[in-house]
């Protein structure tokens, strides 16, 4: 399990910003299960989804940026969940882009490729190995979605969820079950990875790289734009 605990450039938990976020909520002093769920409910609903500049970004700055997706704030959680001694590893995958049709749109849509790296992380706990892909999305951003699509019952895909309730869920990590909200979109299943570093080593986005860094200058802000308008709906 040791390699499930060590430090990363992208996993930086000993970055100041993370040491003084763990004093200031008391983690350390909880119970296994009361970490993993303030640390889960905190990366869900303190961290606001929206796109980060890139993939690879450390987890101390996506902290000190308030803001990530599916790949970033996994970086984020795992880091956490590292630095208090819970052993995690990365999954990664790919999703198709029909999943964020609603806060992808027009040029933007046209630019990304068919499928869009994707990655959540699995924890340690009990025994047994939890996927925890559903802190993705922070709760004023889905209860608006859900606001929005309330005629919608059952299944759902775009805006950035794909889920076969998006009235009901499954995000809550309640002491031993998976948590999902965009895992029905997954096309490719690429399996697991001690860190995040390592995946994207191997795996990266499709996309050319002057695509990759207009995204990151300002196709990206278009979208966080579009999240924020449903978000405040």
Known sequence: MQRYLQETPLLDFSHPAI???????????????????????????????????RDTTPASKILLDGYGQCNTKAILFMALLRAVGHPCRLHGATIHKSMQSGIMEGEVYQVMPEEIMHTWAEVYFGDNWYQLEG???????????????????????GYGVATPNLQQPDIDWKGGNHTYIQKEKVMQDFGVFDDPDTFFSQHSQQASAETLQRFAASLRHDINRNIAKIRQA
């Open 19 to 53: 040491q003084q976020l763990l004093d200031a909520q008391s983690w350390r002093t909880l119970t296994p299960d009361a970490q993993l769920t303030a640390i889960y409910n905190f990366v869900r609903d303190h961290i606001r989804f929206g796109f980060s500049e």
């Open 135 to 157: 802190l993705i999305l922070d709760q004023p951003y889905l209860q608006a979605l859900q606001r929005k699509f309330s005629e919608v019952s059952g299944s759902f895909s």
